[in-house]
């Protein structure tokens, strides 16, 4: 791969985080590692050589002053052995950001810099140990948010994506390798190029395969991202009660009073292993006051941000034509209808189930302050979240970036196939098409890139990955 990137001079950072904490390392990458560490470290046993993988106990020394600095463990790790495929060497010693900070100067005093973020793991591309979208997939490990996001991540890791990516680009290269025969040889031209024998290939096999993992992407979103669960309703039927359940937490207040909430709540906790962001809005009603005003404003905004949104009604209460047109507008959106308090005397709950069932609303009946099916709610949500999302079981699933690309080769497939079913397909504007559609399979692997891609990849990782 071609790239002003430079990986000549050796790179140094702590690669633990600030705060406190029993052990901190300082990484170094690069020919001078083991150079730096000889001038810096004084092993217990005096020691000549040192060998790849294994630790060593002793001191960080100023060489200036030949004052001690701190009490460490070493481990060098001899090219191409290594995370990036470069001579490494980690100091790992007592955390604290100012010994940690101290030890760093002196590396860099020594010759080394700074490395930027997530340049050992950018050597680690560029030196071909990973490809891109396994180095994604070390990010990705690291902000994972569930333990079903870390298995897609670790997946992605361990190879299994670019595995498929590669097998598609192989067989478009074998399909790319016929077409361009037929150019080169017009007179054989359907022999070697058998228009309805591609056709099948890229429609029967490729397509569904590239398909397959455009729809995967959805489900692992939610996972990475988690999802929106907007909580809305008239005012006093119970939303923050239901908000500090799910949190078990008591984060929002709770009165008597409607019109207690007056501006949206944002929370982030786990439903069945669902990253969710729980919002909790103001009780949707005509008022008077401008701040509530605002607030309901606020709260119809949301629902727009929702992708579930729990609609909220007290069932002690008498149905009105109010709440039957506010449920109009919540039609709109992915709803679950929840009725609330039905712990308290039934009197209309006969009439509310009919309201409901006569607009086919799906229907869940709690009681958030006897704790009623709370569990079942929880159910019903993350069924309703990952049944709509999750169409093709996948172990393997693009991020966003990968499945933008995976659409470009989908498109330039299927205007492949529509000159392939032309009475006389032009072999060039097939190959044309053929060949996007490989380049776009190569830029999920970075086999091509460009040097901005690779900055805003690698700009998400922290220092010292
Ligand atoms: N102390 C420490 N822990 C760490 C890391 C690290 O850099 N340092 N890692 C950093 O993210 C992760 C582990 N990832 C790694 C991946 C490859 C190699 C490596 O040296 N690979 C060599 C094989 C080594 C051998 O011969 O045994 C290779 O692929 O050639 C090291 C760490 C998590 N834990
Ligand atoms: N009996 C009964 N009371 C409930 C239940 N859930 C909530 N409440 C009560 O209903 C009242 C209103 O609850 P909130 O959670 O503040 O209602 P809200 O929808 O957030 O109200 P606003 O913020 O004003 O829109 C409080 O007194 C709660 O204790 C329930 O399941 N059963
Ligand atoms: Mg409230």
Redesign the pocket.
Known sequence: MRSSFYTEDTISAIATPPGRGAIGVIKISGEKSLEILRKIFKPFKPRLSFESHKFYYGFIIDPETERPVDEVLVVYMKAPFSYTREDVVEIHAHSGYVNLRKILELVLKEGARPAQPGEFTLRAFLNGRIDLAQAEAIEEIISAKSERALKLALNNLSGRLSEKINTLKERLLYALAQVESAIDFPEEDLEIMNPQELSQLIKREIIPEIEKLINSYEEGKIYREGINLV?C????????????ALLREER???????????DFLEEEAYLQGLPVKLI????LRETEDPVEKIGVERAFQKLKEADLVLF?V?V?EEPTMEIKHLYQRIQAYPHLVVF?????IPNYLEEWRKTFFKYGGELIE?????E?NLDLLTQRIYEKIVSKRATAVSEVMPNLRQKTSLEKAKRHLEDALKELQKREPLPELVSIELRSAIGNLSEIIGEITTEDLLSEIFSRFCIGK
């Open positions: 909580i309703g008239k005012p006093n039927v119970g939303k923050s009660s239901l908000m500090n929002a207040i709770v009165t008597p009073i409607p019109g207690t909430t007056r909790d809005t103001a009780g909220l007290d002690s609330n308090k039905i712990d308290l709690i009681s958030v302050k006897k009623l």
